[in-house]
């Protein structure tokens, strides 16, 4: 069984249009994560959910609207895509409260803008 | 300001030989270590943990280090081999907060 999915896995399409990235964990965690993986390698944390709740919004564009209709999932919305939004995105999943707080991650969604 | 910094950027070994990654950060209160290896095309997984009070841990041919005074780690790979050609990681966790803090990686490339 999958623990952390995100569909779809590659996403090609062009400036200006609105996409979206799900993601869906069945690992029972409370904090759900979206990160920007850049041509570098380097992660980049750009929002967390705890329980359905925002806790962490680092400075992104607001065209970037993470939504979450349930501790389970989290998707994340791309409205009016630029060039500079081409990552890969990675979804992630971890327990508040457990012990050292291991961060599980998705498969990764590469996202190319033309 | 709370940072990690892994060297090499990038290391091009044989398959056999050993390697040492390198992890210094200053991330203030400190709560643990993690090294995570990243495979082409997937997303990371963890090796290792490490709190204040560990000093060294090993997972299988992995063994990592933790200098907690120099805020030093290394992550020591045994007799590499073709499937340890990965990105390695470092993320150091604050004390108190959701969010760790991600080194850029070491890229790792063993040659047969």
């Known amino acids: 069984d999958t623990a952390v999915s995100q569909t779809p896995k590659y996403l090609v399409t062009q400036m200006g249009n609105d996409k979206s990235i799900k993601c869906e964990q069945n690992?029972?965690?409370?904090?759900m994560y979206w990160y920007k993986q850049d041509s570098k390698k380097f992660l980049k944390i750009m929002f967390s959910?705890?329980?359905?709740?925002?806790?962490i919004n680092e400075t992104v564009p607001n065209r970037f609207s993470p939504k979450s209709p349930d501790k389970a999932h989290l998707n994340l919305h791309i409205n009016s895509l630029e060039l500079g939004d081409s990552a890969v995105y990675f979804c992630a999943s971890s327990l508040q409260g457990a012990t050292y707080n291991e961060q599980f991650f998705g498969p990764g969604t590469r996202l190319t803008v033309l | 300001k709370n940072q990690v910094e892994q060297s090499p950027q990038s290391l091009i070994i044989l398959e056999g030989k050993n390697c040492t990654l390198q992890c210094n950060y200053t991330v203030s209160p400190f709560s643990n270590l993690r090294w995570y290896k990243q495979d082409t095309g997937r997303g990371p997984v963890s090796l290792t943990i490490?709190?204040?009070?560990?000093n060294t841990k090993s997972n299988g041919r992995y063994t990592a280090t933790l200098d907690a005074d120099t805020k030093q780690s290394s992550l020591h790979i045994t007799a590499s081999q073709l499937s340890d050609s990965a990105s390695y990681i470092c993320v150091v966790s604050r004390g108190g907060s959701y969010i760790p803090t991600f080194g850029r990686g070491t890229s790792l490339i063993v040659h047969p």
């Open positions: 690992l029972g965690h409370d904090t």
């Open positions: 959910y705890n329980n359905k709740e925002l806790i």
């Open positions: 490490m709190t204040f009070s560990e």
